[in-house]
């Protein structure tokens, strides 16, 4: 934990994922090591091993606490209103391609459908409709966040190729 008491730790390479990146980030009193893909769940404890080796020298021979795997939702989802239902973040696809960004959108989008919900079903007096919701919060997002996740997307198509265009897209970054 001292090395990484003031510090997080980004990893690109076909070793620690294909698509994103691999990161030690701090906890209160641990690290969490993950990696980030698109990949099954079958890859990606490939990918989970290689940044594991790649980090283990800062990591040590630390007790491991939990290992989880999930393929991250970068794809907003075709059917993201259905009758009553509504998604948002992750479950609706909104993390962003090339960042991997999600927490932001999670919150964003709740907001959204929230007040979508509350502005068509004029404070809770009557149901809300399918199209209501298709138009209050899936235009609405769409109009807010389609151009950024597009360009995203863009991104990732031209930098993500080889682990020369991430380097040089971590580079752009920075």
């Given at each position: 934990?001292?090395?990484?008491s003031?510090?997080?730790?980004?990893?690109i390479?076909d070793d620690?994922s294909?698509?994103f990146y691999?990161?030690?980030f701090?906890?209160c009193?641990?690290v969490?090591v993950?990696?980030g893909t698109?990949?099954?769940?079958?890859?990606?404890k490939?990918?989970?091993?290689?940044?594991?080796r790649?980090?283990?020298e800062?990591?040590?021979?630390?007790?491991?606490?939990?290992?989880?795997a999930h393929?991250?939702?970068?794809?907003p989802?075709?059917?993201?209103?259905?009758?009553?239902?509504?998604l948002?973040g992750?479950?609706?696809?909104?993390v962003t391609?090339?960042?991997?960004?999600?927490?932001?959108?999670?919150a964003?989008s709740?907001r959204?459908?929230?007040?979508?919900?509350v502005?068509?079903?004029?404070?809770?007096?009557?149901?809300?409709k399918?199209?209501?919701?298709?138009?209050g919060y899936?235009?609405?997002?769409?109009?807010?966040?389609?151009?950024m996740?597009?360009?995203?997307?863009?991104?990732?198509s031209v930098?993500?190729?080889?682990?020369?265009?991430r380097?040089?897209?971590v580079?752009m970054?920075g």
């Open positions: 934990m001292q090395h990484y003031d510090l997080a730790e980004m990893y390479g620690v294909p698509d691999a990161w030690v701090p906890k009193d641990h969490a993950g990696t698109i990949s099954s769940k079958h890859q990606i490939k990918y989970q091993t290689g940044i594991r790649r980090a283990n800062k990591i040590g021979e630390g007790e491991v606490i939990k290992v989880e393929p991250i939702p970068e794809h989802r075709a059917r993201r209103v259905v009758g009553r239902v509504a948002v992750d479950a609706a696809g909104y391609k090339c960042s991997g960004e999600g927490i932001y959108f999670a964003k709740g959204v459908c929230g007040e979508a919900v502005k068509a079903s004029e404070g809770g007096e009557r149901m809300v399918e199209e209501e919701m298709k138009e899936l235009r609405k997002w769409d109009e807010e966040f389609g151009m996740f597009r360009f995203m997307g863009m991104l990732e930098f993500y190729k080889s682990n020369w265009g380097e040089a897209l580079e970054c």
